[in-house]
């Protein structure tokens, strides 16, 4: 089964806006990792982050993660129409080196 | 510039063939996987490998096998084609060092007639 589910499937937002999606998992991890995907192509990695940490910071991503809860967020600020993509949260499991990723949500930014 | 290369973009085969879907990266990784990708599941790990020679069954590994030989090349054998394999196919690769992340190939898309 799959480690990882995002919520929400599907966001449409204004060119401007903040776009926040939500991960959860059910195993403990190493590290949790978010990737883009644009158009049926492969996945481009956007920021990692380590069990150890509750949020980290990249250009206009933010990345939380709440280890007790088994969640972490997404926010992309101030969001382009480069910005439209799936975006995947993929988890690294402790103790195998297996990456499992989610069904994703795709972003739908208008301009 | 890193990168992971998969042999074929496109790929449309006979039921019943037997199909060979290649990958290859050059940053010396020592893991490397292949998922499979269909509309509203995701990417699912099919099989991955973390040496030559050693692999380890995903969550979706039936109708498929693999071969790691050589270290920079994985591949997926779908010994008997079947129309419910009609998928993407997406392979990535990421260092056994912790908290580093993967990179993928372009994607292969296989239709099954």
């Known amino acids: 089964s799959q480690q990882g589910e995002e919520d929400p499937q599907a966001l449409s937002i204004q060119e401007g806006e903040n776009a926040t999606m939500n991960c959860s998992y059910k195993?403990?991890?190493?590290?949790l990792q978010w990737y883009r995907q644009n158009s049926g192509r492969g996945l481009v990695h956007l920021i990692l982050?380590?069990?150890?940490?509750r949020e980290k910071h990249s250009g206009r991503l933010r990345v939380t993660l709440d280890t007790s809860k088994k969640s972490s967020s997404l926010l992309i600020t101030a969001s382009r129409a480069a910005d439209t993509a799936s975006y995947f949260c993929?988890?690294?499991?402790?103790?195998?080196?297996?990456?499992?990723f989610g069904a994703g949500t795709t972003v739908t930014v208008r301009a | 510039d890193v990168k992971v290369t998969q042999s074929s973009r496109y790929l449309v085969k006979r039921t019943g063939e037997k199909v060979f879907l290649e990958c290859v990266q050059d940053?010396?990784?020592?893991?490397m996987f292949w998922y499979r990708q269909d509309p509203g599941l995701g990417l699912r790990l099919i099989y991955f490998s973390y040496d030559v020679k050693m692999k380890e069954k995903g969550d979706i590994p039936e109708g498929y096998s693999v071969s790691r030989e050589k270290k920079e090349r994985f591949s997926l054998i779908l010994e008997s084609a079947s129309t419910n394999q009609t998928s993407m196919y997406l392979c990535?690769?990421?260092?056994?060092?912790?908290?580093?992340?993967?990179?993928f190939g372009q994607g292969t898309r296989l239709t099954v007639v």
């Open positions: 195993t403990s991890i190493n590290n």
């Open positions: 982050i380590r069990s150890n940490e």
């Open positions: 993929a988890t690294d499991r402790t103790n195998d080196y297996k990456l499992s």
């Open positions: 940053m010396d990784h020592e893991n």
């Open positions: 990535a690769s990421s260092s056994h060092r912790v908290n580093t992340e993967a990179f």
